[in-house]
């Protein structure tokens, strides 16, 4: 029943993939088929593939620094249907002067209506042709382009020099590519990109050949990714960076200034690519660098292939946070290889993921530490369903449309609890088969709750008394959290729990507190008393060192307590950390802390933000600003 996808069977081809792959493994060489079941409708994009769709895109743009500008031409290759006259793209604030065919012959196109987020349809006439067609586009982004930060030097490390990052997921890249943006439509890509001297420019592709001089002060650097990838996965950086080297495969970019602590801080990397390729099989991607990007980043880690971006706030000095890594590394699985095919199954990516960061943290870092992390993440699951309740829609893995989704508790942790569960009950040793299968006979392709759920039904489970002790509907398609759930070990934190519960009743500082882990000191500080005193605060403060960490995930902690408490002391460094750091999971919560404390905490918070807002990304600016307007 599979025929390879070179005709416009493609354009049909849907329904059955998990079967028809078995036969058959993906190759790179053949064009991903687009999912038509109604689950894989994605409502973000404005793109109909079934009439044309996107196969690959060539960029060939120039940066423009001073301007904060990217553009030039984007050529696409289209697979369209006998009788397609129309292609229609996603487009979010591009300037388009020209659309043209490969003769040069212009192209009529409208720009339709637009919708907050979404952005409009970018419509071509085509007019009659061949299944395979090319066209340009000549554009360029808006100047507030959402998935571009243009950073000032001042706002690098080395504030010599401008930076560009981009962050396309999940719907950002329509903001500086036209195409088809949607998490189903895979893409080929290739692209030349201008930049001045002395900035190097990467991207989630690999370089090809020595960047060339091309006059005026100019570089130009070529990149292809040959595998078909989601759109969202293109993305771009150029600064003054440089590279390290941590391993075969493996290294970093950072700024010079930056580069020796990133390349200490993932120099396990190697060994994370080597345990993850023993877990699920091989690592199709050839090499797996990272960037550390300035701290304006608004993620942690975003995935994208070949090149992870990352925070600088991870680094900690002693790899704590590299849990990060095992993330961003496990999605060249969970994501880039087997990708959500609409963003209200986004589980299938950040819970798969989730689970498998887990097992790599196993195998590299033991099981203590896996352990302890998978008790934090179980702990923010029940802290979430007792705020928003089991019962609501939300808290369901596969939502019906995207945005109804609660947020990371669900999607990331709920999703990895699911496959810890399946783990415990079928055992490891299936359960590894099993979701080494899913990723192979899926690799370079989209999927849907329905498949994941349709595949284990077929595929691991073993007879209906396994069926019924799994309850794989519930956990996929009903909220809460079912009552098999294989619950965190009660021993991961025996010691800190008990030290919590002594400085409660007796306010004892836990004298081994110095000795403890990363996740055993965040334990400490997310269940302490959320009630203190300004002299509970500096007794904390000045006994354990919280304002003088490090580690970044602990002076957020103590800075959330210190802002919730109107602890003034710690105005100072809050304002500068916020000042500082653009991620929006530290940034949100400290404005959301000021926030609820009265007039007090409104005026510090505006008086902050005014400084603050414009050198956060879109993303993180968004975030704020949902709560300094908010009404009442
Ligand atoms: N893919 C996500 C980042 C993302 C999610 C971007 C949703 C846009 C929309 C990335 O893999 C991620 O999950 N990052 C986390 C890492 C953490 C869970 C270890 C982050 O940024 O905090
Ligand atoms: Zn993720």
Not at 68 to 95: H, N
Not at 97 to 114: C, E, F, H, K, Q
Not at 163 to 188: C, E, H, V, Y
Not at 197 to 208: A, H, K, T, Y
């Amino acid at each position: 029943m599979y025929r390879p996808l070179s005709s416009l069977a493609l354009l049909l081809a849907a329904t059955a993939c998990t079967t028809m792959n078995r036969e058959s493994p993906a190759t790179t060489a053949m064009v991903a088929p687009v999912l038509t079941t109604a689950d894989a409708v994605d409502d973000a994009t404005f793109a109909r593939p079934q009439v044309a769709r996107v196969t690959h895109v060539d960029l060939d743009l120039a940066l423009d620094f001073a301007a904060k500008a990217v553009g030039g031409t984007a050529t696409l290759d289209v697979l369209a249907a006998p009788d397609a006259q129309t292609l229609v793209l996603d487009d979010r604030g591009l300037v388009i002067t020209r659309i043209t065919d490969m003769a040069g012959r212009d192209l009529p196109y409208t720009v339709g209506t637009s919708v907050e987020d979404k952005g409009a349809p970018l419509t071509i006439e085509m007019g009659p042709g061949p299944i395979n067609r090319k066209i340009r586009i000549q554009y360029s982004a808006a100047p507030g382009a959402e998935a571009l930060q243009w950073l000032s030097p001042e706002q690098t490390a080395g504030k010599q020099h401008p930076f560009l990052f981009s962050q396309g997921q999940a719907i950002l890249n329509r903001t500086w590519i036209p195409t088809q943006d949607s998490p189903g439509i895979r893409q080929t890509w290739t692209a030349r990109i201008t930049a001045p001297e002395p900035l190097d420019v990467i991207m989630s592709g690999v370089r090809q050949g020595e960047p060339e001089d091309i006059g005026n002060g100019r570089r130009a650097f070529r990149f292809a990714m040959d595998k078909p990838v989601p759109p969202y996965l293109i993305a771009i950086a150029a600064g003054d960076i440089d590279f390290q080297s941590v391993g075969p495969r493996t290294g970093v970019w950072a700024e010079p200034v930056t580069l020796a602590r990133a390349a200490a801080e993932v120099g396990d990397t190697e060994s994370l690519v080597t345990a993850a390729e023993g877990l699920y099989g091989p690592y199709r991607w050839g090499r797996y660098d990272m960037i550390v990007l300035p701290p304006s980043f608004p993620y942690g880690g975003m995935e994208n292939p070949v090149m992870t971006f990352l925070t600088p706030t991870f680094i900690a000095g002693d790899r704590s946070n590299n849990g990060l890594v095992a993330h961003e590394l496990a999605h060249s699985w969970s994501g880039n290889l087997v990708t959500n095919a609409v963003w209200a199954d986004s589980w299938l990516n950040e819970g798969v993921t989730s689970y498998f960061e887990n097992r790599i943290t196993e195998q590299v870092y033991g099981k203590k530490r896996a352990e302890q992390e998978a008790a934090l993440a179980f702990a923010g699951i029940e802290e979430t369903l007792a705020e928003v309740g089991a019962d609501a829609p939300g808290t369901a893995l596969h939502h019906k449309t995207s945005g109804e989704e609660i947020g990371s508790a669900i999607t990331y942790d709920k999703g990895h609890f699911f496959l810890r569960t399946v783990e415990s009950i079928v055992g490891r040793e299936r359960f590894d088969a099993w979701l080494r299968q899913w990723f192979d006979n899926h690799a370079f392709q989209p999927a849907t709750s329905q498949m994941f759920y349709d595949d284990m039904m077929r595929n691991l489970v073993a007879s209906q008394a396994e069926a019924d002790r799994l309850a794989l509907r519930e956990w996929i398609f009903e909220p809460g959290l079912p009552a098999n759930v294989a619950r965190p070990d009660p021993a991961a934190f025996a010691e800190v729990d008990a030290a919590v519960e002594a400085y409660e009743r007796t306010g004892t500082i836990p004298a081994r507190y110095s000795d403890w882990t990363s996740a055993e000191r965040m334990r400490f500080l997310d269940n302490i008393p959320k009630q203190r005193t300004n002299a509970q605060l500096a007794t904390l403060d000045r006994a354990l060192g919280l304002s003088g960490s490090q580690n970044n995930e602990i002076v957020f902690l103590w800075l959330e307590l210190a802002l919730a408490n109107r602890y003034e002391p710690a105005l100072p460094q809050a304002e500068a950390f916020l000042a500082r750091v653009g991620r929006a999971k530290f940034v949100r919560p400290l404005f959301q802390a000021m926030w609820s404390e009265g007039e007090w905490g409104r005026a510090q918070a505006r008086r902050i933000y005014a400084t603050t807002r414009p050198g956060y990304h879109a993303v993180t600016r968004g975030a704020v600003d949902r709560i300094v307007n908010a009404k009442g």
